[in-house]
């Protein structure tokens, strides 16, 4: 199955005053490169959530947001401090008789003091419930990923096929037209023979050479033999359940040294405009193969 390796996916999970949303978004990566950010509460989790991405994805960079909010139903998130409550409250009374003031001290008074108010730390079941729900959350996330993924994947693979048809026919016109040649071939060889024969003088070594050479240079069956071989195997791996990407990489690169060779190789105007062809499709599928997990 053919997946990109870019995409986005969110899930949510909420329990015991708790708002769990978990974000995910996949950009191209050679290899997975996780970077999370999470809260203080579940950041000793940060192992775990890259472990359960690594369950379902095998390649890219992602980037993980983890975001927890508190429902109308939870507790506050600060307190106040009952100590400071009762210095402050009882300086304020102090204050108050010494200054001969008939107005009682009142909860306003004491709030002007901010050193009352602290964080509320979460207890040992509140960060349990909230990593649950992350968790939920996450799997949620990635099928989620995963979707929007194999969907851009199944376009790319559509994309993939179209391109090595066309490279495919391509080549089968390269293969007919050097097929025409062999009777060219032949003559310019012969022509080359009877110019090495000058007054009846046979340089036999010399002609044995250049016979082995323009043979060698001018047959490009063996190049369109491999390279019909690299596209079938790419054409199997689109149809592969694994991650292919790599794969399809070095298939790339295998396509482009025949398709190179042979452009070398036929010495012909035509060949060579339908090799260029084919090297633009190759860049094509280079672009998209990069985005293939």
Known sequence: MIRSMTGFGRGESSSNGFQITVELKTLNSRYLDISTRVPKSIQHHEFNIKEQIQEKLSRGKVHVNVNVEKTKNASPDITYNSDLVQAY????EQMRLLAGIKQPVTIQDILVFDEIFENQEEDAEEIKSIWNCTMLAMDDALDHLNEMRTQEGKELKNDLFNQISDISDMLKNVEGLSAKRAPEIREK???RIKTMIVDEKIDAERMEMEIAL??????INEEIIRLQSHLKFFLEALENDEPVGRRLNFLCQEISRELNTIGAKANDSTIAHHIVLGKEKLEQIREQVQNIE
């Open 89 to 92: 409250g009882k300086m304020l």
């Open 189 to 191: 060889l012969q022509s």
């Open 214 to 219: 323009m043979v060698d240079k001018m047959d």
